[in-house]
């Protein structure tokens, strides 16, 4: 099976701020990596496919990227709609797997 | 739209069966692969099962093969799971979700889950 290794899992950041977070693949996934942000009490919300195309709707604000096995999501000018966990996810090869996710509390 | 409407939770025993559907619309259902997603109280998102537009091919987590079911019927836009043996670790949000129709296992939207508690 793919592990997804999510990092950090929780990071404390102020509104208008930056933030990156990270997820390694175990083995090679090419560009099959989603992002998902989910809200509490809430179902998650498709951000992200194929590592760095945005979902329709999703602001600009949220980008993706690849660095071989490493996968990050940015947001910028982070808002308090932005606070959330977020989780990426890997859909090269079944199982399904995805990362741990990464808590973004307001500081 | 697309909606995915889960329904079907509820409390159940240990060793007892339950079964979840996800009605669906807002698109062509039997166009698109499906999946169930499930996500125990306070941790992370698993994925436990998913299955083609025709219904004809299907994949599960090792933790639940041989004890639960994926299913459609494309007549009726409903994705289904049938869940038996339930265990304690089963306790979860089930989510139903949809593929995008480019790539398998690439989800683009979700439904609001079906919470399935298994205690005596």
């Known amino acids: 099976d793919i592990q997804m290794t999510q990092s950090p899992s929780s990071l404390s950041a102020s509104v208008g701020d930056r933030v990156t977070i990270t997820c390694r693949a175990s083995?090679?996934?090419?560009?099959?990596l989603a992002w998902f942000q989910q809200k509490p009490g809430r179902a998650p919300k498709s951000l992200i496919y194929?590592?760095?195309r945005l979902q329709s709707g999703v602001p600009s604000k949220f980008s993706g990227s690849r660095s071989g096995t490493d996968f990050t999501l940015t947001i910028t000018s982070l808002q308090p709609e932005d606070f959330a966990t977020y989780y990426c996810?890997?859909?090269?090869?079944?199982?399904?797997?995805f990362g741990g996710g990464t808590k973004v509390e307001i500081k | 739209e697309v909606q995915l409407v889960e329904s079907g939770g509820g409390l159940v025993q240990p060793g007892g069966s339950l079964r979840l559907s996800c009605a669906a619309s807002?698109?062509?259902?039997?166009?698109?692969?499906m999946n169930w997603v499930r996500q125990a109280p306070g941790k992370g998102l698993e994925w436990v099962s998913s299955?083609?537009?025709?219904?004809?091919?299907?994949y599960s987590a090792d933790s639940v093969k041989g004890r639960f079911t994926i299913s459609r019927d494309n007549s009726k836009n409903t994705l289904y799971l049938q869940m038996s043996s339930l265990r304690a670790e089963d306790t979860a949000l089930y989510y139903c979700?949809?593929?995008?129709?480019?790539?398998?296992?690439?989800?683009?939207?979700w439904g609001q889950g079906a919470l399935v508690t298994v205690s005596s």
């Open positions: 979700a949809k593929d995008s129709g480019s790539y398998w296992g690439e989800i683009d939207y």
């Open positions: 807002g698109f062509t259902f039997s166009t698109y692969a």
């Open positions: 299955i083609s537009g025709s219904g004809d091919t299907t």
């Open positions: 083995q090679g996934i090419t560009n099959y």
């Open positions: 194929l590592a760095s």
């Open positions: 996810q890997q859909y090269k090869t079944y199982p399904l797997t």
